[in-house]
């Protein structure tokens, strides 16, 4: 599709960005200082609980936020123009073109009163001319391509007439409408099964092989993670506290929340005692936290992490992973992760998900739908 542009080349990267929203309560600093970059054809996921950020952070890329958003400062280049200064008409170009969104509920997301085929179609000719009819048989093509059966017949369809993997799938086409070169995912597959679950992420990452494109998931399930992502951006309290490969934040985490995000994760193999939940609760985001965002909540907290945030260590051996923690700086007293983060605990619930897409690989296909 693009000859000219390169795989693993950068082609997003965020800048000390921070959003804020205006309150009657006062103002909420939702993001605060979150920096990455994207390579084509690569797969980011950002994980975090919900409210850590993770959503604004991706609709501040296409500026869809609401009206009581406003940047306080940071960069989102897109083909070396920040994103933040282009005017509303030129974003225009680049939303839904060249970076799309799929949302996590297709029903609020698509116009019931219309048939699916000509919502994707109207989405076509918003940024290509070209007749009706070339756009709807588009619409057909794409259909077919993220697996909607019959689509000759199907895109005549309402929203209301398909299940909801199926509407998932329409909402991926709408996405995919145009080619764009990244996709934003955000929870996509919070409202289905597990077994439509699996189906959406290998539909989406099987299309960002043969499209060429870059995607960022948005997720708080590590399960989801686990099997798509190249690269790894835990978020908590509107920062990105630690950021590398999967392999790296999985199975050499470095920290205390990513220990927490993993331990609470479910398994096969876990017996019958409860499982695991990261203690109180996140920070108002109207008053600032003073130091480390996660210190409260923190069983292995330092007297430094009341007072200063962190910043960005180092990973030792490793030029991609870095974590904004305490512990890894150099006067740092030695801690033992807890047994559940460490690999053994991962590789658990690694073949616990394994488990599982094997035996949905199996199922009559008449199951999955």
């Given at each position: 599709m693009m000859g000219e542009k390169k795989l693993g080349e950068p082609i997003l990267q965020v800048k000390n960005l921070h959003v804020s929203f205006h309150t009657l309560e006062g103002t909420v600093n939702a993001v605060r200082g979150v920096t990455f970059t994207l390579k084509r054809g690569e797969t980011l996921a950002l994980v975090g609980e919900s409210g850590s950020g993770k959503s604004v952070s991706m609709k501040a890329i296409n500026r869809v936020l609401p009206g009581n958003a406003?940047?306080?400062?940071g960069e989102i280049i897109y083909e070396g123009k920040n994103l933040l200064t282009l005017s509303e008409q030129d974003i225009e170009k680049i939303r839904g073109r060249k970076i799309a969104m799929i949302f996590q509920d297709p029903m609020t997301s698509l116009n019931p009163t219309m048939n699916v085929g000509r919502q994707i179609a109207e989405s076509i000719l918003i940024h290509e001319k070209i007749s009706e009819e070339e756009a709807i048989q588009q619409a057909i093509e794409l259909m077919g391509l993220v697996g909607i059966r019959n689509p000759q017949e199907s895109w005549k369809n309402y929203p209301h007439q398909f299940s909801g993997g199926m509407r998932q799938r329409v909402m991926i086409t709408l996405s995919l409408a145009c080619k764009p070169d990244i996709l934003i995912a955000d929870e996509p597959t919070t409202a289905l099964d597990v077994t439509i679950q699996s189906?959406?992420?290998?539909?989406?990452?099987?299309?960002?092989?043969?499209?060429?494109?870059?995607?960022?998931?948005?997720?708080?399930?590590?399960?989801?993670?686990?099997?798509?992502?190249?690269?790894?951006?835990?978020?908590?309290?509107?920062?990105?506290?630690e950021i590398g490969t999967a392999e790296e934040i999985f199975y050499n985490p470095q920290h205390p929340y990513t220990w927490g995000l993993i331990c609470?994760?479910?398994?096969?193999?876990?017996?019958?005692e409860s499982l695991y939940s990261i203690p109180g609760a996140?920070?108002?985001?109207?008053?600032?936290?003073?130091?480390?965002?996660?210190?409260?909540?923190?069983a292995y907290a330092m007297p430094i992490d009341f007072e200063q945030q962190p910043p960005f260590f180092r990973v030792a051996n490793s030029p991609t992973h870095y974590a904004a923690t305490w512990l890894l700086a150099p006067e740092a007293p030695s801690v033992t992760p807890p047994q559940e983060s460490t690999p053994d605990g991962w590789r658990a619930v690694r073949r616990s998900t394994a488990r599982?897409?094997?035996t949905i690989s199996i199922m009559p296909k008449g199951l999955a739908r």
């Open positions: 406003f940047f306080d400062s189906q959406i992420l290998d539909l989406i990452d099987d299309l960002k092989k043969k499209l060429n494109m870059s995607v960022i998931f948005i997720t708080h399930d590590l399960g989801v993670v686990a099997h798509v992502a190249d690269k790894v951006a835990v978020m908590y309290a509107g920062r990105i506290v609470s994760m479910p398994s096969l193999d876990t017996k019958d996140p920070p108002n985001l109207l008053h600032a936290p003073k130091g480390d965002a996660f210190a409260p909540r923190n599982m897409r094997e």
